[in-house]
C-alpha cells in the first residue's frame, strides 16, 4: 500500500462519519472497480437513470455499465443542442441521477459550481435518488477551501475542456478565475449541500483513487 492509499484509508471514515452525520448515505471504496460495483448496487432495477456532466462517473466505467442495464436519458445521445437541453430537463425528475462534486469538506458538505444549473438543481431537488462519485483528492478542510479549489483548479480546468476559440473568460484567457462575467462563464451557481433531505436520498460515493478535476 502506498503512503498516500495508507493516508486516504484513515482519512475516508471521518469523512463518511461527518457525511452520514448530514443524513448522506456515505462509503468509502479503494478502487474504481469497487466504485463501480457499489454505484450499481444502488441502481434499483429498471430505475431509469441520468446524469449531469461528471469526468468522474465516467471514469469509473459506470455510464457505460447504465447504459446497458437500465433506461436511461442519455444527454450524450441528443441529435441537437435543442434535444440534449430537453434530456437534461427530464433528468430531474429521473429515479437515479449520478454526478460528482468539485469538492468535499470533511465536516461532510457537498460544495458545487455550475455552469447550467442542470446538475446542482439535481442535488438539491428531483431525482429521487442522487449518487454522487468523489475521489479523496475532492475532500478540502473546509467550505472555503472548497469554493478555492473551484476558482483554482476545477473550475479553469473544465473551462479548458469546454473552450471554444472564441471564449472570454478570465480563466480561458490567464488560467486562473478572476471572477469574470463572461457570457460563456460556467461558474454561475454556487450550491453548498450542508444536509440531506430526506436522509439517505443522495448517496457519496468516496473513492481511494484520484478522480475528476
Not at 448530514?22 to 434499483?44: K, N
Request: hydrophobic residues 40%; proline residues 4%; contains cysteine.
Amino acid at each position: 500500500m502506498t503512503p498516500l492509499e495508507m493516508r486516504n484509508e484513515r482519512y475516508a471514515p471521518l469523512v463518511v462519519k461527518n457525511l452520514c452525520s448530514r443524513g448522506f448515505d456515505a462509503c468509502y471504496v479503494r478502487t474504481r472497480a469497487e466504485a463501480l460495483e457499489q454505484s450499481l448496487a444502488w441502481i434499483p432495477q429498471g430505475a431509469l437513470v441520468g446524469w449531469g456532466g461528471s469526468l468522474s462517473v465516467a471514469q469509473i466505467g459506470l455510464l457505460d455499465a447504465v447504459r446497458s442495464t437500465h433506461p436511461v436519458l442519455d444527454r450524450d445521445a441528443a441529435a441537437s443542442e435543442e434535444a440534449r437541453q430537453e434530456c437534461m430537463r427530464q433528468a430531474l425528475l429521473c429515479d437515479v441521477f449520478l454526478t460528482g462534486s468539485n469538492a468535499i469538506s470533511e465536516d461532510g458538505r457537498l460544495i458545487n459550481m455550475d455552469g447550467n444549473g442542470n446538475r446542482v438543481a439535481a442535488l438539491t431537488f428531483g431525482p429521487r435518488r442522487v449518487i454522487v462519485v468523489a475521489g479523496m483528492n475532492k475532500v478540502v478542510p473546509n467550505v472555503e477551501a472548497g469554493i478555492e479549489r473551484i476558482r483554482t483548479v476545477a473550475g479553469p480546468v473544465n473551462m479548458m475542456r469546454f473552450i471554444k476559440s472564441d471564449s472570454k473568460t478570465a480563466c480561458s484567457v490567464t488560467g486562473i478565475c478572476r471572477n469574470c462575467n463572461a457570457p460563456d462563464c460556467i461558474c454561475n451557481s454556487l450550491v453548498i449541500t450542508r444536509r440531506c433531505r430526506p436522509a439517505g436520498r443522495i448517496k457519496v460515493l468516496l473513492v481511494g483513487e484520484e478522480l475528476g478535476i
